[in-house]
C-alpha cells in the first residue's frame, strides 16, 4: 500500500491561549493512496446507551407484527424519520435469579449492562463490569477519555433507595467493576469542561467567576482555526465550521442556562441545570454528539431518569410523580399519563437520532456509525416484569447493523446479545451475566 497524499493527523488539536479542542473526523484526516492500495479505511464504531426507568405501558409501545412492515406504535411514532436506521427488539429477557427478594428496580438499571443482580445489601456493593466498560477499555485506548456517564437527574444520594438496595444499583448502568459502580454527571457546565477545558474547581461561586473572566474557548483559538481553514480543502473547511459553530452554540447555552439557574429555587429544581427539563436533555445530547464527532470518547451513557424516579412533566400535563402513577393498576388516567411520559421520552431520543443523521462523520453520518442502545430494565410498569423488555437498537454499527424492522426473539437473555454486540467491537467473551450464548449477527444484519 502506498500513500499518495499526507494526511492531517487524527489527533490534531486546535490550541490556543489555555485552551485545546480536539478536531471531527475530517477527510483530510484519511490519506489518499494509489490504485494499488485496498479499501478505504474502516469507519469507527461508537456505542452508546440512552436507558429510561420504571418501565413502559407495552400496549403503547410494542409493534403488533414483526418484520418491515410493522406500524409504528404511539410510543414509537416519533421516529417515524428514522424508521431505516433502527431495529425494534423484543423477547429479550432480564430475569433475576431466584433467592433474591425485592429490590425490582435496583435489579432493572444494574441488570441493563452487566446481566447480574445485586445483593440485597445497603452498604455492600456487588455486581459486575457492565458492557459499556467492557467496551471502554478496548475504546479508550484511542481516545482521551474511556467514557462518559451522563444522567438528567442527581446521583447525590446515599443509603437505601429501593427496599434495602444500595442507591448506586439504581442511580447508574455503568459499573467498571463488582464493586465500582461510575458516578453520573447532570451538571452540563462540568461535563463540557470535562470535554473541552480542565476545571481547578467545582466551587459554584469560583466556576462563575472564571466563567465571566475568560473569553470563549474558541476566541482563544481563532488564529489557529484560520491557519487551519487555509491548508483545507472546502468540504474539510465547511465541516470545521459547523462543528465550531455547534461547539459556540452548546456553550452559549450553557452559559444562559446556568445564569438562569441562578434565580431558580434549587428545592424547586433538584434534577439540574437548566431548569426546564426538555432544555437539560438536548443540552445533554448536544454534547454526547461533540464528544462522539471529535473521538473525545467511543462510550457513553444516558441515564434519563433513576429507577423509581419522581419526576414531574407539567409541560405535557403530568403534573404527577413517574414513578408511583406507573404503578397504574390498569386505572386508565394513569396508564395515559405513564404513556405520555413514555412517549415524551422517546421524542428525547429522536432528537438525538436527527442529530446524529445530520452530523457528517467520515465517508457517512455520525449515525451510520454508531451502536445506539435505547431501553428499560423493566417492560410493564405495574408489575416490575424483566420479560420482553423495552430494547431499541439504532444505528448502522460501522457496517454492522441494518434497521427498518421489528424482530421478535423467544425469550432470549439479553446478555446473548451484548456478546453479540461487542464481538462488533472486537471484543470476544465467552461469557457474561447469565449469556447462555449469541444472538445470531446476521439477525441484525438483515433489514
Not at 386508565?332 to 443523521?357: D, G, Q, S, W
Request: proline content about 7%.
Amino acid at each position: 500500500m502506498i500513500v499518495f497524499k499526507k494526511a492531517v493527523s487524527r489527533r490534531a488539536m486546535l490550541r490556543g491561549v489555555g485552551a485545546s479542542l480536539a478536531l471531527p473526523l475530517l477527510d483530510s484526516m484519511v490519506p489518499v493512496f494509489t490504485a494499488r492500495a485496498a479499501t478505504p479505511a474502516q469507519p469507527v464504531n461508537r456505542f452508546g446507551v440512552m436507558y429510561v426507568p420504571n418501565g413502559m405501558i407495552m400496549q403503547n409501545y410494542l409493534p403488533a407484527t414483526e418484520g418491515t412492515a410493522y406500524e409504528l406504535t404511539p410510543t414509537l411514532r416519533t421516529l417515524a424519520p428514522h424508521r431505516d436506521q433502527l431495529q425494534v427488539l423484543s423477547g429479550l429477557t432480564c430475569i433475576p435469579p431466584p433467592g433474591r427478594p425485592g429490590g425490582a428496580h435496583a435489579k432493572a438499571s444494574t441488570r441493563f449492562l452487566t446481566d447480574i443482580s445485586p445483593p440485597t445489601s445497603e452498604t455492600w456493593l456487588d455486581a459486575g463490569i457492565s458492557v459499556d466498560q467492557i467496551l471502554a477499555q478496548e475504546t479508550g485506548k484511542h481516545t482521551q477519555l474511556a467514557s462518559l456517564e451522563l444522567a438528567i437527574e442527581s446521583g447525590e444520594t446515599a443509603g437505601a433507595c429501593d427496599t434495602g438496595y444500595a442507591c448506586p444499583y439504581t442511580n447508574t448502568i455503568s459499573w467498571k467493576g463488582p464493586s465500582t459502580p461510575l458516578p453520573t454527571q447532570n451538571n452540563p457546565r462540568l461535563v463540557f469542561e470535562r470535554l473541552f477545558g480542565d476545571s481547578a474547581s467545582t466551587d459554584p461561586k469560583e466556576r462563575l467567576s472564571r466563567i465571566r473572566g475568560q473569553k470563549s474557548i474558541l476566541d482563544s483559538v481563532t488564529q489557529e482555526v484560520a491557519r487551519l481553514q487555509g491548508s483545507l480543502p472546502q468540504g474539510d473547511r465547511t465541516k470545521l465550521s459547523e462543528y465550531l459553530d455547534s461547539i459556540r452554540g452548546v456553550e452559549r447555552r450553557i452559559q444562559i442556562a446556568e445564569t438562569g439557574h441562578q434565580e431558580v429555587p434549587t428545592v424547586e429544581h433538584p434534577a439540574g441545570i437548566p431548569a426546564n427539563w426538555e432544555d437539560h436533555v438536548k443540552l445533554m445530547l448536544d454534547m454526547k454528539v461533540l464528544a462522539y464527532q471529535c473521538d473525545l470518547t467511543r462510550v457513553i451513557t444516558l441515564m434519563m431518569g433513576h429507577e423509581q424516579s419522581g419526576m414531574t412533566y407539567p409541560q405535557i400535563g403530568v403534573p404527577d410523580s413517574h414513578h408511583p402513577i406507573s404503578h397504574h393498576q390498569r386505572e386508565p388516567e394513569k396508564v395515559a399519563k405513564t404513556a405520555k411520559i413514555n412517549a415524551y421520552h422517546m421524542t428525547m431520543f429522536a432528537y438525538l437520532l436527527e442529530k446524529m443523521r445530520t452530523t457528517r462523520d467520515g465517508d457517512g453520518t455520525l449515525l451510520d456509525h454508531m451502536t445506539l442502545i435505547y431501553g428499560a430494565g423493566i417492560a410493564d410498569s405495574n408489575t416490575h416484569a424483566p420479560v420482553d423488555i423495552p430494547f431499541i437498537l439504532a444505528g448502522g454499527g460501522a457496517g454492522n447493523l441494518k434497521g427498518g424492522r421489528h424482530t421478535r426473539l423467544k425469550d432470549v437473555p439479553l446478555a446473548n446479545l451484548h456478546l453479540t454486540l461487542m464481538d462488533q467491537f472486537g471484543v470476544h467473551w465467552d461469557r457474561i451475566g447469565d449469556s447462555t450464548g449469541r444472538v445470531d449477527p446476521q439477525m441484525l444484519r438483515v433489514g
